[in-house]
């Protein structure tokens, strides 16, 4: 595929429930994922690409040890993290200029959250590749269920590990950290 191809809507839908970007790992991206940049990010590095879900395939996530897994440097890597989700007021949001994130949650309970608008609360940082947000008006909270996963792309302004309600128990989730193609 050219770096250069453009997807409609209706085509990146399809191009999605081929599930020729799975690599055979049994996963479904969350209806909120933004499938034209999935495939346009997808036809611009599929290689790269093709080495994330692959690695997702060939890893049992419930041994992977916690930690940063470097698959290419500084193109593609994996941070698996164990931790107790937050409020959302005691969770910040943010944004990447560098790289997308793939967030897994495949144990625990918690949300994921799209934040609409927000209000900067530190300068873009270029090493950790963040910008953090406190939000200004709503945020739509999805689930994070253990059959999906999220992809965060540059202009998605993102909550993640969020407890809603209830006292939070402990959440293991991987988070790949793959090059956006600008």
Known sequence: MST???FT?????AWMETREWANGWNCNPDAT??????????????????KMFTFLREHDLHTLPAGKHVV???????????????????TRSETHNDFIDLQYTFEGEEHMGLVR???????????KDRTFFIPDGPVDYVPAASDRFFLYFPSDMHQPSVCLEGTPGPSRKIVGKIEYKK
Do not use: C
């Open 117 to 127: 608008k927000g209000i900067p609360t530190t300068e873009y940082d270029p090493a």
């Open 4 to 6: 250069e191809k453009k």
């Open 72 to 90: 290419e440097e500084g193109r593609l890597w994996f941070n698996m993290l164990e931790y107790t989700p937050k409020s959302p007021e005691d």
């Open 33 to 50: 994922v933004n499938a034209v940049e999935f495939a346009e990010q997808y036809a611009a590095n599929k290689e790269l690409w093709d």
């Open 9 to 13: 809507h209706e085509e990146a839908k």
